[in-house]
């Protein structure tokens, strides 16, 4: 359905009606076959075990086992034989992270009459690519897209840097960029001659340390399915990842009035919006820098429901003459 923002005058919010799972193209819509992960990667067996419903899972609180399992899809489904990340940093949810990339996809099919455009051609800029580099293996191994990663620590972008050398088919197809200067986004990042399809963020949506541990813990505990536990710090993150001063709400609206000065470079500009109740924030934002075409895309994962903005400033005639 479409649904018209308040107060916007010039572009159009339209929201994409909620599934309940995961998307059609999306490897682990049915679950997980532990039988096969545990064959492709053997490490991850430790970590299996058979649920009160007779079903086999893992302790998605304990982050060696969330790893290893990610690791094991990697292998099996996206045909990466040596991930690793630094202790401390994000692990991301693949189901989760893959499901964004195929959205993607179809949002950049609707302006290339239908067909999802693939290849090398299509670049995308992640935007706090983490040390997992997770957005642009996934868009690559599943679409050949090619991406540019930034990041504010060092010490991501090398661990980035290891894993695509350890994965030789990566090399041709990402490209990382430290960000020196932590007040901007896309400043020094967007070059002249750039040109990107999109950009793709995960970005920081809790506003202090204190906000980030406290959701952690309330992860922990509806996990373990107890509150009398004293739950163990494993959903990881460096600081920069997980907040920032102002939360997410003023990351992405730094982002919005960012990206008004790169109007032609990019066809759309994308990044998760973790809570719903900024959106309308979000959408004035967006219609003081007079973004042309507005969406949000919202997507599922089992009872959660998340979703991502999108905006363009192309006009009709630009988008149509856009060459993916």
Same mark, same amino acid.
């Given at each position: 359905?479409?649904?018209?923002?308040?107060?916007?005058?010039?572009?159009?919010?339209?929201?994409?009606?909620?599934? $309940?799972?995961? /998307?059609?193209? !999306?490897? /682990?819509?049915?679950?997980?076959?532990?039988?096969?992960?545990?064959?492709?990667?053997?490490?991850?067996?430790? =970590?299996?075990?058979?649920? +009160?419903? +007779?079903?086999?899972?893992?302790?998605?609180?304990?982050? *060696?086992?969330?790893?290893?399992?990610?690791?094991?899809?990697?292998?099996?489904?996206?045909?990466?034989?040596?991930?690793?990340?630094?202790?401390?940093?994000?692990?991301?949810?693949?189901?989760?992270?893959?499901?964004?990339? /195929?959205? *993607?996809?179809?949002?950049?099919?609707?302006?290339? !009459?239908?067909?999802?455009?693939?290849?090398?051609?299509?670049?995308?800029?992640?935007?706090?690519? %983490?040390?997992?580099?997770?957005?642009?293996?996934?868009?690559?191994?599943?679409?050949?897209?090619?991406?540019? %990663?930034?990041?504010?620590?060092?010490?991501?972008?090398? $661990?980035?840097?290891?894993?695509?050398?350890?994965?030789?088919?990566?090399?041709?197809?990402?490209?990382?960029?430290?960000?020196?200067?932590?007040?901007?986004?896309?400043?020094?990042?967007?070059?002249?001659?750039?040109?990107?399809?999109?950009?793709?963020?995960?970005?920081?949506? /809790?506003?202090?340390?204190?906000?980030?541990?406290?959701?952690?813990?309330?992860?922990?505990?509806? *996990?373990? !399915?107890?509150?009398?536990?004293?739950?163990?710090? !494993?959903?990881?993150?460096?600081?920069? +990842?997980?907040?920032? +001063?102002?939360?997410?709400?003023?990351?992405?609206?730094?982002?919005?009035?960012?990206?008004?000065?790169?109007?032609?470079?990019?066809?759309?500009?994308?990044?998760?919006?973790?809570?719903?109740?900024?959106?309308?924030?979000?959408?004035?934002?967006?219609?003081?820098?007079?973004?042309?075409?507005?969406?949000?895309?919202?997507?599922?994962?089992?009872?959660?429901?998340?979703?991502?903005?999108?905006?363009? =400033?192309?006009?009709?005639?630009?988008?149509?003459?856009?060459?993916?």
């Amino acid at each position: 359905m479409t649904i018209f923002a308040p107060d916007l005058k010039i572009m159009k919010a339209n929201i994409v009606t909620a599934k $309940n799972n995961l /998307h059609p193209r !999306n490897l /682990h819509r049915f679950g997980y076959d532990f039988d096969e992960l545990v064959l492709k990667f053997p490490d991850l067996q430790p =970590f299996v075990f058979t649920n +009160e419903f +007779e079903t086999k899972t893992i302790d998605f609180s304990n982050s *060696l086992a969330v790893k290893a399992l990610n690791k094991a899809l990697l292998i099996t489904n996206y045909n990466i034989l040596n991930w690793d990340i630094p202790t401390d940093y994000l692990c991301p949810p693949i189901p989760g992270r893959v499901d964004y990339i /195929h959205y *993607l996809a179809d949002l950049l099919a609707d302006s290339n !009459n239908g067909i999802i455009p693939n290849g090398e051609i299509v670049q995308g800029l992640d935007i706090g690519i %983490g040390a997992n580099c997770i957005y642009p293996i996934l868009g690559n191994q599943v679409y050949g897209w090619s991406f540019v %990663g930034t990041d504010i620590f060092e010490e991501a972008i090398e $661990n980035c840097e290891k894993i695509i050398q350890n994965n030789p088919q990566l090399i041709d197809f990402i490209s990382l960029q430290l960000q020196g200067d932590g007040r901007f986004i896309f400043k020094n990042i967007i070059l002249p001659e750039d040109k990107f399809a999109f950009t793709i963020c995960n970005p920081p949506f /809790h506003s202090s340390q204190e906000e980030a541990t406290k959701s952690n813990i309330r992860k922990i505990n509806a *996990l373990e !399915n107890t509150k009398n536990k004293k739950p163990i710090l !494993n959903f990881g993150g460096q600081n920069a +990842e997980l907040w920032c +001063e102002g939360g997410e709400l003023a990351f992405i609206t730094q982002m919005i009035f960012e990206s008004a000065k790169y109007p032609l470079q990019v066809f759309w500009f994308t990044t998760l919006v973790s809570k719903k109740e900024n959106l309308a924030s979000l959408y004035k934002t967006l219609n003081k820098v007079s973004a042309v075409e507005v969406k949000t895309i919202e997507m599922a994962q089992g009872q959660k429901t998340s979703r991502f903005l999108a905006w363009t =400033f192309l006009s009709e005639k630009q988008q149509k003459s856009w060459k993916f």
